[in-house]
C-alpha cells in the first residue's frame, strides 16, 4: 500500500445489510463517507443522513430567468425595436408574450437543472480512487460497499476497521489515493 492512503471499503451482501451499517457508519458520526449499489436502494438517502438535494434552487433560478428573459424580450421588442400598434392593441401584452416566455422557462431550466447537477457533484470528473479497486465491478454488479475516506475528521485506521466489521462489512480493504 503506498504511503497516503484515500480511506477503506467494506463489502456487503445484501441490501438490507448496507442499508443498517450507513445507519451505524452515520450514527458514529462520519461525514465524508458513500455507498456504493448496483441499484437505487430507498430510503438510502435517509439511512446516510443526506439532506434534499440542492438542485431544485438551481431549477427555480433558472426557471425565474427564462421567464423575465421572454418577458423583457418582448417588453424591448414591441417598445424599442419595432413599435407597432396592431388593430389598437397596446403595445406589451403579457397575453401575447406568454408563449415566448413558456418556452425560456422551460429551457432555461432544463439548462440550470443539468448545470447545478454537474456543480454539486463536482463533474466532470475523470478520475476517482475508488476506480483503482477491484471490487468496484462488484459494486456494479451484484454488491454492495461502503467508503469511507481519510480525509474524514473521525478517521483512525484501526477504530474505522473494527466498525466496519461491527457493521456486518466483509472483505474489508484500504484504498490507494
Known sequence: MSAKSYGLIATFETTPSVYHAAEQVRDAGYKNWDCITPFPVHGLDKAM??????????????????????????????????PLIVGGKPYFSPLFAFPVSYELTILFTAFATIGGMLFLNGLPMHYHPVLKSDKILSGMDDKFHIVIE?????????????????AGGKDIQELEA
Open 49 to 82: 443522513g443526506l439532506g434534499r438535494s440542492k438542485v431544485p434552487r438551481f431549477s427555480l433560478c433558472g426557471g425565474i430567468l427564462g421567464f423575465t428573459t421572454g418577458m423583457s424580450l418582448i417588453i424591448y421588442t414591441s417598445y424599442f425595436n419595432y
Open 150 to 166: 481519510s480525509s474524514d475528521p473521525k478517521f483512525n485506521l484501526a477504530q474505522t476497521k473494527a466498525l466496519l466489521e461491527k
